[in-house]
């Protein structure tokens, strides 16, 4: 497509539950990107993925974010058992030549109650 | 460390005066410095980027940004502000391997008619 797509757009999740977060990025986009934007604050990142290999996950704040991109095109972020501190917006954004070109989505919002 | 500082939390300005937003950033080596804006439940969009050469650039909408090296600033500027113009505004800086952007807390635009 021509932009970056997330979905959903809204999750609201009960605390404990696992959510599963879509991203599909620009069409031949290699790089693909996570970042966390919680209330009030700007985005901070969590992965990045350059087709299908994850080079960087040092911003994925515990052992309970996990993120994939097995055919190097869709991305899933997983967020096991849901804790109210995991409540944000999540951004995608997709690259094909990095720092120029990156586009991002229009974000999902979780919401744990 | 790379960090980026937005000192003004919100400003307020009525439409058609003039606009600055300042930005701040630390960072060792030559930065690719970036100003995004966010609409109410959007993504990011990208306004204007600097990665070299003339200090002054020019984006979308009608806004511009001054790289000053000496004073580590990157301030956006409008000569005219629209209603429209109301928004969350970001600025952010890109390590030179283009992995991660460190972006601000952001600066919250009201224009007032």
């Known amino acids: 497509g021509a932009g970056v797509s997330q979905s959903p757009r809204y999750k609201v999740a009960k605390r404990g539950q696992d959510v599963a977060l879509r991203c599909d990025p620009i069409?031949?986009?290699?790089?693909l990107f996570w970042y966390q934007q919680a209330l009030g604050q700007g985005p901070e990142f969590l992965t990045y993925?350059?087709?299908?290999?994850?080079?960087?996950k040092s911003g994925l704040p515990s052992d309970r974010f996990f993120a994939e991109r097995p055919e190097g095109s869709v991305s899933t972020l997983k967020i096991q058992r849901t804790q109210q501190e995991d409540s944000a917006v999540y951004l995608c954004?997709?690259?094909?030549?990095?720092?120029?070109?990156?586009?991002f989505g229009s974000g999902t919002r979780l919401t744990v109650v | 460390a790379q960090s980026v500082t937005q000192p003004d939390i919100h400003i307020t300005v009525s439409e058609g005066a003039s606009l600055e937003l300042r930005c701040n950033y630390s960072?060792?080596?030559?930065?690719?410095l970036f100003w995004y804006v966010q609409s109410p439940g959007q993504g990011l969009q990208l306004l204007l980027k600097y990665f070299s050469g003339d200090t002054l650039v020019q984006g979308i909408k009608g806004f511009e940004a001054e790289f000053k090296r000496s004073q580590s600033s990157f301030n956006l500027r409008k000569p005219s502000v629209h209603w429209s113009d109301a928004a969350e505004y970001f600025c952010a800086v890109v390590t030179n391997t283009g992995n991660q952007f460190y972006f601000g807390t952001g600066t919250s635009l009201t224009v007032i008619p």
């Open positions: 954004a997709s690259s094909s030549r990095q720092p120029y070109g990156y586009t």
């Open positions: 069409s031949g986009h290699v790089s």
């Open positions: 993925f350059q087709n299908e290999a994850q080079l960087d």
């Open positions: 960072y060792g080596a030559t930065p690719y």
